[in-house]
């Protein structure tokens, strides 16, 4: 095992700018000059709404519409599938991140999530419509949705006057949901990031999709990490997050007991792996509840 790889490993507990700092042989300047091997590690991230996007972020989601047997087509600012009265744009791999990561809508509503919005809740807002197409409006509990934020520490999540401002135990995410402010209508809101990377939704209309604000209320409250290599986290996230090193497949690192299931350290990269995101085997448009 090479010293910086040793000096990983070596790590009492999850990666952290102060632990970077103090390892010897690691440098905080970060992975430019580590070796390929250790850059490819795989890591769990925690809290995952605040994990970096990967390069090819839409593909789950995409993986999750096509196996629905939405069609999908080509434009210009990425791929657009359609069922029924639904559209959804996932964008363009686009590395200045300027273009959405996913824009939906139908009838009296639309949706918006931004360019740095991690993979893993682009999978679950997928998922959220093909159910929408699919079983209509009425099967979301979104009281359930919202006690997941309570209990998950988030302050603030409960209805007040009709509305829900609610802010991240780590106050690196709030979310706003109730009625618009302009036109009284369903909306919500959510801001999330840190170190200058920051991504955004916005869900508007009379007729939005409870299923897919339940879904986002989800992603939010998931205790479960998102599966990231090293070199796809910033030395500047540190601070903010709880990145723990995970086996790799060359055996580069080191199981921890903290890693998540064989299972998921065989998955690719950016698969989703919150807590209630993958399609059933049975239905591959539906989410288990």
């Not at 430019?32 to 769990?44: C, E, H, K, Q, S």
């Not at 629905?68 to 200045?96: K, Q, Y």
């Amino acid at each position: 095992m090479d010293p910086l790889s040793a000096a990983l490993a070596s790590l009492p507990g999850p990666l952290t700018r102060a632990a970077v700092e103090a390892a010897p042989g690691l440098d905080p300047g970060l992975l430019a000059g580590v070796p390929a091997a250790l850059a490819d590690t795989f890591v769990a991230v925690r809290p995952a709404y605040l994990a970096p996007p990967t390069a090819r972020s839409a593909v789950p989601a995409a993986r999750i519409l096509r196996a629905a047997g939405w069609t999908p087509s080509r434009v210009a600012d990425g791929t657009e599938f359609r069922h029924r009265s639904t559209v959804v744009l996932l964008g363009a791999p686009d590395t200045a991140r300027t273009v959405d990561a996913l824009v939906a809508g139908g009838p009296s509503w639309q949706a918006r999530l931004s360019s740095r919005t991690p993979d893993e809740v682009l999978a679950h807002a997928a998922a959220a419509l093909v159910e929408y197409a699919e079983e209509g409006p009425g099967t979301a509990d979104l009281g359930a949705a919202l006690a997941g934020l309570a209990e998950a520490g988030w302050d603030g999540a409960r209805r007040r006057d009709a509305a829900v401002l609610a802010t991240a135990p780590d106050g690196l995410a709030e979310l706003r949901w109730g009625p618009d402010q302009d036109t009284g209508e369903a909306s919500l809101r959510i801001l999330a990031g840190a170190g200058g990377d920051y991504w955004d939704a916005e869900l508007g209309g009379a007729a939005c999709p409870d299923l897919l604000v339940e879904s986002l209320l989800a992603s939010l409250a998931s205790p479960a990490p998102a599966r990231r290599r090293l070199r796809e986290v910033p030395v500047g996230l540190y601070d903010h997050l709880d990145v723990t090193p995970e086996a790799t497949r060359a055996g580069a690192a080191v199981r921890t007991s903290t890693g998540p299931p064989a299972a998921a350290s065989a998955a690719p990269p950016g698969t989703p792996i919150l807590s209630s995101p993958a399609p059933a085997a049975n239905h591959p448009a539906r989410r288990p509840r």
